[in-house]
Nanobody
């Protein structure tokens, strides 16, 4: 599975941004999808995940209430809608896919896309 993330950029604190992750396979709906991020000098962390049909989602405490992770199985695409961005959201964001059914905090993923940089100025 090839994943292509896009949508990063430079924004101001309080702004919104939507990341997209398109996949190369029509079996997209068979994968749990997740968004990770890695800031300089920090470990990569799972930000959000979504189940196969979008019924369940999981969010890191740091983004709850601000980020959402919708998916469109008809377009083989998952999104990360980021609202009320903070300086500490600055990071390289990655999308990933794993075999499974339920969204959770599990961080072992099978396929990874390249990162897209999000920079939030304070």
């Amino acid at each position: 599975v090839q994943l292509q993330a896009s949508g990063g950029g430079l924004v101001q604190a309080g702004d919104s941004l939507r990341l997209s992750c398109a996949t190369s396979r029509r079996t997209f709906s068979r994968y749990v999808m997740g968004w990770f991020r890695q800031a300089p000098g920090k470990e990569r962390e799972l930000v959000a995940s979504i189940s196969l049909r979008g019924v369940t989602t999981w969010y890191a405490d740091s983004v709850k209430g601000r980020f959402t992770i919708p998916r469109d199985n008809a377009k083989d695409t998952v999104y990360l809608q980021m609202n009320s961005l903070k300086f500490e959201d600055t990071a390289l964001y990655f999308c990933a896919a794993r075999i499974g059914t339920v969204a959770s905090g599990k961080t072992e993923y099978d396929y990874w896309g390249q990162g897209t940089q999000v920079t939030v100025s304070s």
